[in-house]
């Protein structure tokens, strides 16, 4: 499996980015659920928004209201659209997703940086 993250840039405080992440998955991986992790210099990476194969969402505090993920498309490509972007949401934005055989495996992209400033 490989990820291809695309979409980050640099925006003013209050602009809006639409990230985008397209899985490679052979035919015998079945994709359980795709993410954004977002790595903040001199932070921890975390968890901003998640979606699973059935529509599930999660998000963190800071996103909700804010971003929306999509679904997982039948191509394996996940976004995650956001709007009223703040200097906080700096940072790389990671790719994930978790696949299955007989057992369960992670994945992760190479990332896309978003910096918001003005």
């Known amino acids: 499996v490989q990820l291809q993250a695309s979409g980050g840039g640099l925006v003013q405080p209050g602009g809006s980015l639409r990230l985008s992440c397209e899985a490679s998955v052979v035919p015998y991986f079945t994709v359980q659920s795709m993410a954004w992790y977002r790595q903040a210099p001199g932070k921890q990476r975390e968890l901003v928004a998640s979606v699973t194969s059935d529509g599930n969402r999660r998000y963190a505090d800071s996103a909700k209201g804010r971003f929306t993920i999509s679904e997982i498309s039948t191509d394996s490509i996940m976004d995650l659209e956001m709007h009223n972007l703040k200097p906080e949401d700096t940072g790389v934005y990671l790719c994930?997703?978790?696949?299955?055989?007989?057992?369960?495996?992670?994945?992760w992209g190479q990332g896309t940086l978003v910096t918001v400033s003005s």
């Open positions: 994930w997703l978790r696949a299955r055989t007989i057992e369960s495996y992670v994945f």
